[in-house]
T-cell receptor, first 109, second 112 residues
Framework: RKEVEQDPGPFNVPEGATVAFNCTYSNSASQSFFWYRQDCRKEPKLLMSVYSSGNEDGRFTAQLNRASQYISLLIRDSKLSDSATYLCVVGGRDDKIIFGKGTRLHILP | NAGVTQTPKFRILKIGQSMTLQCTQDMNHNYMYWYRQDPGMGLKLIYYSVGAGITDKGEVPNGYNVSRSTTEDFPLRLELAAPSQTSVYFC???????????FGPGTRLTVL
């Protein structure tokens, strides 16, 4: 199993729909989890941290499933501006931070 | 705060040339990193630093060198540029290693 694995997509979703994607990780000792957003030809920017109890920020909900070793990102009422690549980031106790290759999301008008 | 700044934004090098990619942060972060991102690929860690005077190799350090003489600056040096080093280079900084990172805008490097 790859250290951090994401479906590369693209996910083509109509505006206003709900979309979700997962990210699996191989190191059961991983301690920190994040979702970053990267626009085309731009730097990654933190979207949200992922907490054990799950967390929500507006239209975005992140969840962690330690038993199955995956994190998820749910986007509700998707906007055209949500079109981007979403990077899953996992950190372990050994200070190793691993970036996934990203999932491309296209919101269609 | 300017955050993390990188220069240059773009550069074309010939094989065998050398150059330094500059990175500066004004957030007083101890941790700084250099990543490269190839098309369709994830970020690969080149080098990182946990504080001034301390640097360490990441996943893909070959062909690169770094120094960290101050908290603010973390330059990346390419001594003998090769086509395989064509990539987008991102510098990042963070307060803690396991915490989230601020990224600079990137340097697009092409080696011909």
């Amino acid at each position: 199993r790859k250290e951090v694995e994401q479906d590369p997509g693209p996910f083509n979703v109509p505006e206003g729909a709900t979309v979700a994607f997962n990210c699996t990780y191989s190191n059961s000792a991983s301690q920190s989890f994040f979702w970053y957003r990267q626009d085309c030809r731009k730097e990654p920017k933190l979207l949200m941290s992922v907490y054990s109890s799950g967390n929500e920020d507006g239209r975005f909900t992140a969840q962690l499933n330690r038993a199955s070793q995956y994190i998820s990102l749910l986007i509700r009422d998707s906007k055209l501006s949500d079109s981007a690549t979403y990077l899953c980031v996992v950190g372990g106790r050994d200070d190793k931070i691993i970036f996934g290759k990203g999932t491309r999301l296209h919101i269609l008008p | 705060n300017a955050g993390v700044t990188q220069t240059p934004k773009f550069r074309i090098l010939k094989i065998g040339q050398s150059m330094t990619l500059q990175c500066t942060q004004d957030m007083n972060h101890n941790y700084m990193y250099w990543y490269r991102q190839d098309p369709g690929m994830g970020l690969k860690l080149i080098y990182y630093s946990v504080g001034a005077g301390i640097t360490d190799k990441g996943e893909v350090p070959n062909g690169y060198n770094v120094s960290r003489s101050t908290t603010e600056d973390f330059p990346l040096r390419l001594e003998l540029a090769a086509p395989s080093q064509t990539s987008v280079y991102f510098c990042a900084s963070s307060y803690r290693n396991e915490g989230w990172k601020f990224f600079g805008p990137g340097t697009r490097l092409t080696v011909l």
